[in-house]
């Protein structure tokens, strides 16, 4: 079997294997929350959570563990029931917003779902409100999210490439999966401080994406989660695929007085149990250190590293 066709076989059971396992993924509940040390012991950051444009992602869903870990470290967060505006937006400090998807889709894979999720509006109210001092975690995963995230990607100079982003070379042999791709210190890790955190005890040194997409952003953002020259995007529904090379799924960057971290993939800071075996999907996989990433991206936001 040629490199080609390898790829391309690898990319159409990937795309199975994704729509399969977003119908069976929920909310680890005995997921660990505790935090030895937490950043704000009172009056923490305000934190607004997107759940108004059809998100894949919850704060009381399938982000649950997320939401409940920055709660531990001294976030508020309030769930965003509303359209992004300069009001609703007003006395937040943080923004996140995970897998939206177009308006009016009912699931992944209804032709909705890759419509834009933020009107032109909206996505100006953000931007506005992130250079004014504002802070925004976007994730945005595989096809059709990233074409549901691209306007709002866009006020920020990210490019998303609404594909499967792939690497067959970097990825976890027990999974047989090549969109599980493996991030370290030696492959893609780059040193921000982000994956350092505030001493060496929240240095991350081993993170695994579970299939997404790849960024690329503007020339003054950093990719802390460099994808390899082998990784590929594989476009959804037909046989094409085009290098990775110098993309990221892991982005952070400043705009006006504000910050901004823009995920490529979702799976990865969240901590769900996937499929009819239960398995661990995100922080809550054993060896990997997701759950400290998730910790630093909120704490770089803001401003504690």
């Given at each position: 079997?040629?490199?080609?066709?390898?790829?391309?076989?690898?990319?159409?059971a990937l795309l199975a294997l994704a729509f399969a396992?977003?119908?069976?993924?929920?909310?680890?509940?005995?997921?660990?929350?505790?935090?030895?040390?937490?950043?704000?012991?009172?009056?923490?950051?305000?934190?607004?959570?997107?759940?108004?444009?059809?998100?894949?992602?919850?704060?009381?869903?399938?982000?649950?563990?997320?939401?409940?870990?920055?709660?531990?470290?001294?976030?508020?967060?309030?769930?965003?029931?509303?359209?992004?505006?300069?009001?609703?937006?007003?006395?937040?400090?943080?923004?996140?917003?995970?897998?939206?998807?177009?308006?009016?889709?009912?699931?992944?894979?209804?032709?909705?779902?890759?419509?834009?999720?933020?009107?032109?509006?909206?996505?100006?109210?953000?931007?506005?409100?992130?250079?004014?001092?504002?802070?925004?975690?976007?994730?945005?995963?595989?096809?059709?999210?990233?074409?549901?995230?691209?306007?709002?990607?866009?006020?920020?100079?990210?490019?998303?490439?609404?594909?499967?982003?792939?690497?067959?070379?970097?990825?976890?042999?027990?999974?047989?999966?090549?969109?599980?791709?493996?991030?370290?210190?030696?492959?893609?890790?780059?040193?921000?401080?982000?994956?350092?955190?505030?001493?060496?005890?929240?240095?991350?040194?081993?993170?695994?994406?579970?299939?997404?997409?790849?960024?690329?952003?503007?020339?003054?953002?950093?990719?802390?989660?460099?994808?390899?020259?082998?990784?590929?995007?594989?476009?959804?529904?037909?046989?094409?695929?085009?290098?990775?090379?110098?993309?990221?799924?892991?982005?952070?960057?400043?705009?006006?007085?504000?910050?901004?971290?823009?995920?490529?993939?979702?799976?990865?800071?969240?901590?769900?149990?996937?499929?009819?075996?239960?398995?661990?999907?995100?922080?809550?996989?054993?060896?990997?250190?997701?759950?400290?990433?998730?910790?630093?991206?909120?704490?770089?936001?803001?401003?504690?590293?």
């Open positions: 079997m040629n490199r080609r066709t390898l790829l391309l076989s690898a990319a159409a396992a977003a119908a069976q993924q929920v909310a680890d509940p005995n997921f660990d929350t505790k935090i030895a040390r937490p950043a704000y012991t009172k009056d923490g950051p305000r934190v607004l959570f997107d759940e108004a444009h059809n998100n894949f992602h919850t704060a009381s869903g399938r982000y649950k563990p997320f939401a409940d870990l920055i709660t531990a470290d001294g976030y508020r967060v309030t769930p965003n029931t509303q359209p992004f505006t300069r009001d609703s937006l007003k006395g937040f400090d943080i923004l996140v917003t995970a897998n939206a998807i177009g308006a009016g889709a009912t699931a992944l894979s209804a032709p909705e779902a890759s419509q834009p999720a933020f009107t032109e509006a909206e996505c100006d109210a953000v931007r506005d409100w992130v250079r004014a001092g504002g802070a925004l975690l976007l994730i945005a995963d595989h096809a059709p999210i990233g074409a549901a995230n691209a306007s709002l990607g866009k006020r920020f100079g990210i490019e998303m490439s609404n594909a499967y982003t792939i690497d067959p070379q970097n990825t976890t042999p027990e999974d047989n999966n090549p969109g599980f791709i493996i991030y370290t210190r030696e492959r893609g890790l780059g040193d921000h401080a982000i994956t350092n955190g505030r001493d060496a005890s929240e240095r991350v040194g081993r993170v695994i994406a579970f299939t997404g997409q790849s960024l690329k952003g503007p020339a003054d953002a950093v990719a802390f989660m460099r994808l390899s020259d082998t990784a590929r995007d594989a476009v959804p529904n037909s046989e094409q695929s085009t290098s990775a090379a110098g993309r990221a799924q892991g982005l952070a960057l400043r705009a006006g007085k504000g910050r901004v971290v823009v995920m490529g993939e979702a799976g990865m800071l969240s901590a769900q149990l996937a499929g009819p075996n239960k398995m661990p999907f995100g922080m809550n996989r054993p060896g990997l250190d997701n759950r400290q990433l998730a910790l630093n991206i909120m704490r770089w936001l803001t401003r504690k590293i």
